[in-house]
């Protein structure tokens, strides 16, 4: 997957920020104070912030859309509506909280906005991190006709009810799946408690081993 570009025309008419730090200092800094470090004027926390979190923005984008330029121009408008929000930034949760819940709301409302361009495609749960190189898309050197037919056919299947499921659910498989996010984290970003959240992913597992049981 390719990495974001943050377009520099973007920040152009940004004024010059005195650097309070040393880009190298902030790798001791939790994320919370490079935001405050940013709310002060110094632009090189915004960089390092940039740096530490675009490829797993962009991947997270990339699993809600399936499309790179998309996730890519989607993750920008995050760390520019992160760049906006820097005067008003508080410290009441965890910096990555706050990012993919500004991420996640901006996922929702683009594919509400898109729907009806949609397909069964769009989300590939069973899809590896193409930063890996792996995927289960891919078959092997001397494939077995049937079981490509078969693993086309499972995939297939996966992606169309992903799509179905109702959108916390949908969101919450993928921060879980694909981030790593515990429940906690998940909670976090979706404004519902640790048991409200295990609930959802749940019902939402529960959901897909259901429709699937036909794979398993």
Same mark, same amino acid.
């Given at each position: 997957?390719? /990495? ?23 790798? @001791? ?9 940013? !709310? ?8 390092? %912030?940039? @740096? ?5 923005? =962009? ?5 809600? *859309? +399936?499309?790179?330029? =998309?996730?890519?121009?989607?993750? @920008?408008? $995050? ?5 906006? !929000? ?21 996922? *929702?409302?683009?594919?509400?906005? /898109?729907? +009806?361009?949609?397909?069964?495609? /769009? $989300?590939? %749960? ?8 792996? /995927?289960?898309? $891919?078959?092997? !050197?001397?494939?077995? *006709? ?15 009810? $992903? ?10 498989? %993928?921060? +879980? ?30 959901? %897909? ?6 794979? =398993?």
């Amino acid at each position: 997957m390719a /990495t974001l570009a943050i377009n520099p025309r973007l920040f152009e008419n940004l004024p010059v920020a005195e650097t309070h730090r040393a880009a190298g200092d902030f790798g @001791q800094m939790d994320d919370a104070a490079i935001m405050l470090e940013l !709310s002060a004027g110094n632009m090189a926390g915004f960089d390092f %912030l940039i @740096q530490k979190y675009r490829k797993p923005i =962009v991947h997270f984008m990339y699993r809600m *859309v +399936h499309n790179q330029a =998309v996730a890519e121009e989607l993750a @920008q408008e $995050v760390f520019l509506r992160v760049y906006r !929000s820097r005067e008003t930034y508080r410290a009441e949760a965890r910096f990555s909280t706050w990012l993919y819940r500004i991420a996640t709301n901006l996922g *929702v409302n683009y594919a509400r906005d /898109t729907r +009806h361009e949609r397909t069964a495609s /769009t $989300v590939y %749960l069973d899809e590896a991190d193409s930063e890996t190189g792996t /995927t289960p898309d $891919v078959a092997d !050197s001397t494939p077995d *006709v049937e079981a490509k037919l078969l693993r086309q056919e499972r995939l297939n299947a996966i992606r169309e009810h $992903v799509l179905a499921l109702p959108e916390r659910q949908r969101m919450a498989v %993928l921060m +879980h799946k694909y981030e790593g996010m515990d429940y906690k984290q998940i909670g976090d970003v979706l404004k519902l408690s640790e048991s409200a959240t295990k609930s959802l992913l749940f019902r939402a597992y529960q959901t %897909l081993r259901e429709k699937l049981k036909a794979f =398993v």
